[in-house]
């Protein structure tokens, strides 16, 4: 939802990648962040061993709780200097189609 909300801006407002990316981070932070911690509250009493025969739910409840975390993280943190990265190899690649066109 980043990378599109990111598109949006660059094409409606004429913004920069890294200006669009930054706005739709701002914008998709809340919503991301709610869902993400959801899910992670859901799955805690899982990832403690609660309940009858936690303990055999419990390496289950931990690798939910811990691919949650590293997905948030990549969707924070990852995603928009890939987006940004990839905007900039685009361009270059774009321009050289450009002057070998000619």
Do not use: W
Not at 6 to 20: I, N, V
């Amino acid at each position: 939802m980043m990378v599109d909300f990111a598109l949006e801006a660059e094409r409606r407002q004429g913004l920069d990648p890294k200006t669009s990316i930054h706005q739709a981070c701002m914008i998709r932070f809340r919503p991301i962040m709610m869902t993400t911690m959801a899910a992670l509250l859901g799955a805690l009493p899982i990832a403690m061993g609660l309940g009858a025969g936690g303990e055999a739910r419990q390496s289950l409840g931990i690798t939910v709780v811990g691919g949650l975390i590293f997905s948030q993280l990549m969707t924070l943190y990852i995603t928009p200097v890939f987006y940004v990265y990839l905007d900039r190899l685009n361009r270059r690649l774009t321009r050289g189609k450009k002057a070998a066109a000619r």
